[in-house]
Nanobody
Framework: QVQLVESGGGLVQAGGSLRLSCAAS?????MGWFRQAPGKVREFVAA????????YYTDSVKGRFTISRDNAKNTLYLQMNRLEPEDTAVYYC????????????????WGQGTRVTVSS
């Protein structure tokens, strides 16, 4: 069983930046970020393969967000730039036991989430 702990959320003005981190208690393969805004379903944000060779983003964050990982530290990151009020949500880290990239919620492990609020 792998535990995931997110950090780095907070309140930021539109146009600002935040960097989310997710510390994993063990090795995982594909990792991803999801988010859930109030009253909405959880949605895919970004995913990255174990060796960082492949990355995927939802269209609304392309060019603004960057997913990365440090396998030596078992840590996943999400650099978020040019934040918009529409990015306001609870952001969740997720991990899979398999190397295939997945943009759905079919992940094996989930963190508790970190809240990001973007003011206009």
């Amino acid at each position: 069983q792998v535990q995931l702990v997110e950090s780095g959320g907070g309140l930021v003005q539109a146009g600002g930046s935040l960097r989310l981190s997710c510390a994993a208690s063990g090795r995982t393969f594909t990792m991803g970020w999801f988010r859930q805004a109030p009253g909405k379903v959880r949605e895919f944000v970004a995913a990255i393969s174990w060796g960082s060779r492949s990355t995927y983003y939802t269209d609304s964050v392309k060019g603004r967000f960057t997913i990365s990982r440090d396998n030596a530290k078992n840590t996943l990151y999400l650099q978020m730039n040019r934040l918009e009020p529409e990015d306001t949500a609870v952001y969740y880290c997720a991990a899979r036991n398999t190397p295939t990239i997945d943009t759905t919620t079919h992940y094996d492990y989930w963190g508790q989430g970190t809240r990001v609020t973007v003011s206009s």
